[in-house]
């Protein structure tokens, strides 16, 4: 895990053959042309100044692009609200969680925390010690904490102690505080407190599930589940589904690792396939997919299949670091769970490689050229879907030095198109233009018509060292030894805004032969690119000529 950070911290693009893109002359913020007449374009929607809209429902889960399992619905809290004065707060989509200035203001101060280890200002949570904050977040009778304390707690504790340890915790203090181990509690008391409890296992099972993977959870989960089933039937149907929702997500997730590690074991060189099979008899792209608009949808569907299975709590944990106030504990890595996380940081490296194979394949430099300008469409597209990703993993491989280099290729490509959409990623100024067009397409996301409209795929890699240097550049605990909770507010903020985009349905149409290739083909390796790309054009210098000799001998065999 620290080799993958380093290496994605230490470059402004994470492929590690891309050379750093070029900055752009002259040119103007454009709003590119739609493919389609009647979306709304990302700039148009940030000009248009509306205000800020709540998003509606949380869309449900995706049928896979890899399995015909069909994930389970983010939904609604499964418990009814009561009506009266036990009723407890509705449960906000993830965009109504925070407002701009981090979180949302007047609701967590109550008369029984404000002198109980919590620490307010102007009514704000700023810290508490961690006990307190644990005490926080258990209701009782008359008592509720709002979702936005639950999530930014939840994602935020595991810095500071196992999530089993948390479970642990709760479950002992819903116990001991609403004397659900008594049998002579008054059922009337047990009416009142059981729906909130199990409202809020129902939020942490739906909001980090994979936490439940670990079987120390699991049996907290179903011991403290089982107290609340033994009061009534109501109880007892609800336990049962959000335990079957809890389940259908694990083994979807389970599937979906199945079929990564499947991809990954059957990868080859494209260079091995190219020694056994004939070129003239090997596809390419543009022959399995001609319109570069649907290959941009069909990434899309690949970008959003695999957001969905990144839990919000990988950002943390793959940051986290030992707690300085507890001297027994071992640093974090073993609860490094961050494997979906990486997976997707995998597939925009690949993304590249296969944009710069595809591009250095041709022997006849027409074709190479044609390819760049197809994937010129390809990327122009990616950008008025939303999908920044992708769009960013295509101007990486077409910047990688075994394509840059090609200089008789690119004379022959009409490069107008593609000096925009590198205006619109340049690195300068943090990524100011990313940054702008990322607000116009959240902004358009928010007052959506149309799924399509929802999209928004973040520029993964600079999402993830935004959230570092957050993580970075604040402690965790103050000097008095309470939780800084001020920073979890704003973690939890980036985070839960990466919560709503990766919920959004995929609205375009799967096409398996265009997924199975952008999954499966194989890619050269970074000397087999540049091997590719000699071939295409001669060495230009003595330190080349020496490389591409080295390269014919040790790839090809030949001297």
């Not at 079929?259 to 792209?285: E, F, H, M, N, Y």
């Not at 899309?300 to 001297?327: C, M, S």
């Amino acid at each position: 895990m620290a080799k993958f950070l380093a290496e994605l911290l230490g470059c402004a693009l994470p492929s590690k053959g891309a050379s750093p893109m070029s900055e752009s002359k002259s040119h103007s913020r454009v709003g590119l042309k739609s493919s389609t007449k009647q979306k709304t374009t990302i700039f148009s929607a940030l000009a248009s100044e509306k205000p800020l809209s709540d998003c509606k429902n949380e869309q449900q889960w995706k049928p896979s692009v890899y399995s015909s399992i069909t994930p389970v619905c983010f939904t609604s809290p499964l418990i009814e609200k009561p009506v009266g004065q036990e009723s407890m707060p509705q449960t906000p989509p993830f965009s109504a969680m925070f407002d701009s200035s981090g979180y949302n203001r007047n609701l967590y101060q109550s008369a029984e925390d404000s002198c109980g280890g919590l620490y307010y200002h102007d009514n704000n949570l700023l810290s508490g010690s961690l006990e307190a904050l644990i005490q926080h977040l258990v209701p009782n009778v008359d008592y509720y904490p709002d979702r936005t304390y639950i999530f930014t707690f939840l994602l935020s504790s595991r810095l500071f102690m196992h999530p089993y340890e948390l479970m642990a915790k709760v479950c002992h203090l819903c116990v001991e505080h609403q004397k659900l181990s008594d049998p002579d509690s008054e059922k009337n008391q047990m009416r009142k407190i059981a729906p909130k409890i199990l409202q809020l296992l129902t939020e942490w099972t739906e909001t980090f599930p994979y936490d439940f993977r670990d079987e120390r959870m699991m049996r907290n989960l179903k011991d403290l589940a089982h107290r609340i089933a033994s009061g009534e039937e109501t109880y007892r149907k609800n336990v049962q589904q959000m335990m079957q929702c809890l389940i259908r997500k694990l083994a979807a997730l389970s599937q979906y690792e199945e079929v990564l590690a499947k991809i990954s074991s059957s990868s080859t060189d494209r260079l091995t396939v190219l020694k056994t099979k004939p070129q003239s008899i090997q596809r390419d792209i543009i022959t399995v997919c001609s319109d570069p608009y649907t290959l941009a949808q069909q990434l899309t569907h690949i970008e959003l299949e695999r957001l969905n299975y990144i839990g919000p709590e990988e950002f943390v944990q793959a940051f986290v670091q030992k707690d300085p106030l507890d001297n027994d504990k071992t640093c974090y890595s073993e609860r490094k769970k961050t494997r979906n996380l990486e997976a997707y940081v995998e597939w925009f490296n690949r993304l590249s490689y296969l944009v710069a194979t595809e591009i250095c394949m041709p022997v006849k430099k027409k074709h190479r050229a044609r390819m760049i300008e197809y994937f010129i469409d390809v990327a122009r597209e990616c950008f008025n879907i939303g999908n920044f990703n992708s769009l960013m993993a295509i101007i990486s491989g077409m910047n990688m030095s075994p394509v840059s280099r090609l200089k008789k290729t690119w004379a022959k490509v009409k490069t107008a198109k593609f000096d925009i959409l590198e205006h619109q990623m340049d690195p300068s100024s943090n990524f100011y233009n990313y940054r702008t067009a990322l607000r116009g397409a959240a902004q358009r996301s928010l007052t959506a018509h149309s799924s399509r409209e929802k999209i928004v795929i973040p520029f993964f890699s600079l999402l993830i060292k935004d959230i570092y240097f957050l993580n970075e550049g604040c402690a965790n605990r103050l000097p008095n030894g309470h939780v800084n909770f001020e920073k979890f507010w704003e973690l939890a903020k980036q985070v839960s805004e990466f919560m709503t985009w990766k919920q959004v349905e995929c609205p375009f149409e799967r096409d398996r032969k265009v997924l199975q290739y952008l999954l499966t083909v194989p890619v050269f390796s970074e000397d087999a690119l540049y091997l590719a790309s000699y071939e295409s054009e001669g060495p230009e210098n003595h330190i080349e000529k020496d490389r591409w000799k080295s390269l014919r001998s040790s790839l090809l065999g030949r001297v």
